[in-house]
């Protein structure tokens, strides 16, 4: 069996058991690989927007024998992949600007998809892309790795329209989490802000809009302890 990193393994753990998963920019395909062996998909599209990694990917594929049930894929994100190709989509070790962007660029992922991210920047510009454009996160989860810290989320398109504040697009539901991991996440990502603020004010700068999502943090992080 393959052994993934805490990373991958709970961005893995995060897909719902389907048909046909997606991995885009697999690099390994490692995802790929554990999902097979764990039921969680009968076939697997493998892809990436470069050879190397996807030569990478061929190699694990080959040395676990999953070549009948692996399609790997040249694509710049879900650009060569075809909707009936996947129920679930994998999105991970990339920049929260480039996941989201990844998502706009296949309007066919507001039909039924279960989409698995893992952000390694910008998570608030991935939150706000998802809640502006109609996906509800259904799940949020801090995993630690070493020294770091990582983010790993999935959502689904849903015709609910919630009007979150500013300050969920920072922390989301983490921000009520008692779990150890998930509140030293949110506390840095409240620590960042702090700092900007500061700055901001240093420097002769407007800092209200930061200092109001420091506030509806606060004031949400205040309902965790309850
Ligand atoms: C840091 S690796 C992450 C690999 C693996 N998903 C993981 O989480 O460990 C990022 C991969 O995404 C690929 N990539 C970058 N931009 C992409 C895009 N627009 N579409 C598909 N793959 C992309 C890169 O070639 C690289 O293999």
Known sequence: MINLTPRLLKTAELITPCKKLADIGTDHAYIPVYALQNDLAE?????????????????TV???????????????????????????VVIAGMGGELIAK??????????????????????????????????????????REGKRLYLALSAEYTE????????????????YSNNPDEIEFCNKIVSRLEKKYTALINSGYDANKIGKILEEIKYEQAKRNI
């Open 43 to 59: 076939t697997v599209v493998a892809s990436d927007i470069n050879e190397g990694p996807l030569n990478n990917a061929a190699k």
């Open 62 to 88: 080959k040395q676990y024998g999953f070549e009948d049930r692996v399609v790997l894929r040249l694509s710049d994100g879900l650009e060569n992949i075809e909707e009936t190709e996947a129920d679930a």
């Open 102 to 143: 990844i998502i706009g660029d296949a309007p066919w992922l507001k039909n039924n998809k279960q989409i698995i991210m893992q952000p390694m920047t910008h998570f608030e510009d991935l939150r706000a892309f998802l809640c502006d454009n109609g996906y509800k996160i259904t799940k949020e989860t801090v995993v």
């Open 160 to 175: 609910e329209e919630v009007d979150f504040g500013e300050w969920y697009f920072y922390v989301g539901n983490l921000i």
